[in-house]
């Protein structure tokens, strides 16, 4: 099977990619609105496809120069596990380009990151719109 990365933001449908990040799970529906400002807003930005089938994306923020982070990556289901992720994530820390790259995942996804060098860190911290349901899905202590 081959997957085609694009970081051309302009042809993509934010309703697919609600879709993904919905069905991959990340969480709640994300509004697809949001999403591509979100994506806009990026300075990295990376989509996986099979054919025209949008099946991936990740992007990260960085000020170009010593710090990145990583965020919203996501492969559908059906397409994790070959590897589409790993290939997103390589492709993000690659285009960084800096010193330190943090990241933001879903939890009980550890093992798949530190195979690319992330460590947890006993500094980060966060303020988050619902503290309680933040807890609950593991995000804060």
Not at 122 to 131: D, L
């Amino acid at each position: 099977m081959e997957i085609n990365l694009s970081t051309d933001i302009n042809n993509i449908s934010w309703e697919d990619l609600a879709r993904v990040f919905e069905l991959a799970p990340l969480g709640k529906r994300r509004d697809p609105e949001k999403l591509e400002m979100a994506f806009r807003n990026s300075l990295l930005k990376v989509f996986a496809f099979h054919g025209t089938k949008l099946v991936g994306a990740g992007r990260a923020l960085s000020d170009g120069v010593w710090r990145a982070a990583i965020y919203d990556v996501a492969v559908l289901p059906e397409y994790q596990g070959r590897g589409i992720g790993s290939t997103i994530i390589r492709h993000l820390i690659e285009s960084a380009k800096v010193d330190v790259i943090m990241l933001y995942a879903v939890p009980g996804k550890e093992a798949f990151y530190e195979k690319f060098g992330f460590r947890k860190m006993t500094t980060a911290m966060a303020i988050t719109p619902s503290e309680e349901e933040a807890r609950e899905r593991g995000l804060i202590e």
